[in-house]
């Protein structure tokens, strides 16, 4: 059973970037598209960004498109998502998971959720 773990969350001022990485054991992460999430208090969570098995197709929320770009390196078993010129409203908890599709939106999550990652934009 595939087991995602994310990292690489923290504080940022406003225009600044993070890397967050989704690192999978437990299963072969070239045969799933994946989607990153994000939960801020308060609100429901949303899909932000997802990439297919083999990473040619991605899909980005309007919100963050052109500053959030998402990879995959299926050899080291990790996804990431750079985030760049970031603004205090994508704070959130940031969350990966195998999803049922990743094209005009990014699909249903499978599985269960993992413990996430905080990011935090502020000045």
């Known amino acids: 059973q595939l087991h995602l773990v994310e990292s690489g969350g923290g504080l940022v001022q406003p225009g600044g970037s993070l890397r967050l990485s989704c690192a999978a054991s437990?299963?072969?992460?070239?045969?799933?598209?994946i989607g990153w999430f994000r939960q801020a208090p308060g609100k429901e969570r949303e899909g932000v960004s997802c990439?297919?098995?083999?990473?040619?197709?991605?899909y980005y929320k309007d919100s963050v498109k052109g500053r959030f770009t998402v990879s995959r390196d299926n050899f080291m078993n990790n996804v990431y998502l750079q985030m760049n010129s970031l603004k205090p409203e994508d704070t959130a908890v940031y969350s990966c998971?195998?999803?049922?599709?990743?094209?005009?939106?990014?699909?249903?999550?499978?599985?269960?959720w993992g413990q996430g990652t905080q990011v935090t934009v502020s000045s």
């Open positions: 998971a195998a999803v049922s599709e990743c094209s005009a939106s990014v699909g249903a999550p499978l599985g269960d």
């Open positions: 990439i297919g098995t083999s990473g040619d197709n991605t």
């Open positions: 437990g299963d072969h992460l070239s045969y799933y598209d």
